[in-house]
């Protein structure tokens, strides 16, 4: 099973984020084994991606540190490993976690260390990393750090480049001069982009050479821009319950995976933040099933786009 849209920090083992709570004097003194998983799972009241994108702020006060990034990869490798997975592009921002010092550099060797001795350890399942550039203001800098940072690094871990962040609020077209930059250094990227923002930033995104769109599926509501997907072979990391999550349609009934896979597009089943949405790829498949009829089949087909999409070429076994 293959899986290319993850983050890091909204996948983290409860247990792990109390225990590495515990070690930071700083971190809210309140939380315990009771609570800690309620503060990083989103609450039914969630109603938007910035209240959604809250529950980030505790495991990113936590992942300052090499030994604290090492061990977050390595347990995420191992809880997809035993989930079946035999393939899967974690992600996460490096800006945000040099609040301790850590250079984007040092963070991201910490993470291909984590990945790497997880591979070691469990051979069958292949690990890729993505870098997060982040929407915000004044991130010029250290977004085009992120950009030569995943070009110094780029090997068999380090594969591509992403922008994450509330896209409501800071717009796609803003970014042009950081995709600029990761399409002359050649490093595939995706961007998330038609899931608080409509179809005009698909659009953006896909002027910038975007191989895939994180979400992408508000395409649904422009024929043409559907077109162009289909035309272009871009590919959908798309995330069930993660919309629910942020209520990105006016219910979960009228979320367009079906008919954008009928009418061609490349989507895929991800499940975007383990954690934070109390999911993981077996209970998109179950929800693909359930709810949008998806067959064994199709659900073999998004796994196939999935595979073809992969900025690390997968062998198949
Ligand atoms: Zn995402």
Redesign the pocket.
């Given at each position: 099973m293959y899986e290319l849209?993850?983050?890091l920090d909204?996948s983290l083992r409860p247990s792990t984020v109390l225990q590495l709570a515990q070690l930071q004097s700083d971190v809210d003194p309140k939380i315990n084994a009771e609570n800690i998983a309620r503060r990083l799972t989103v609450p039914d009241s969630c109603t938007s991606l910035t209240a959604y994108l809250d529950c980030f702020s505790l495991p990113l006060q936590l992942l300052q540190t090499e030994e604290a990034l090492e061990r977050a990869v390595y347990e995420l490798a191992e809880d997809l490993f035993h989930e079946g997975l035999t393939y899967a592009e974690l992600?996460f921002a490096p800006a945000p976690l040099t609040h301790q010092g850590l250079s984007q550099k040092a963070v991201t060797i910490a993470a291909v260390q984590g990945a790497r001795k997880a591979m070691q350890k469990y051979p069958d399942i292949r690990i890729g990393l993505i870098l997060c550039c982040m929407r915000g203001k004044n991130l010029k800098k250290e977004n085009t750090e992120t950009i030569k940072t995943a070009a110094m690094l780029r090997g068999d871990i380090v594969c591509g480049i992403?922008l994450?962040g509330a896209e409501a609020i800071f717009p796609t077209a803003d970014y042009a001069d950081l995709f600029r930059l990761a399409a002359s250094l050649d490093i595939p990227f995706t961007i998330?982009a038609g899931?608080a923002a409509g179809p005009d930033s698909i659009r953006t995104a896909l002027s910038f050479g975007a191989k895939r769109i994180?979400?992408g599926v508000r395409a649904i509501e422009d024929p043409s821009l559907i077109e162009e997907l289909i035309k272009k072979g871009t590919t959908l990391?798309v995330?069930l319950k993660?919309n629910f999550d942020t209520h990105c349609f006016a219910s979960e009934k009228e979320h367009p995976i079906r008919r954008l896979f009928d009418a061609g597009v490349k989507v895929t089943l991800?499940s975007?933040?383990r954690t934070v949405s109390g999911t993981c790829l077996a209970n998109e498949i179950r929800i693909a099933k359930e709810m949008f009829g998806f067959t064994d089949t199709e659900i073999m087909q998004m796994q196939e786009y999935a595979r073809e999409a992969a900025f690390n070429p997968i062998v198949r076994p």
């Open positions: 849209h993850l983050h909204g992600r992403d994450a998330h899931e994180g979400h990391e995330c993660s991800n975007d933040n």
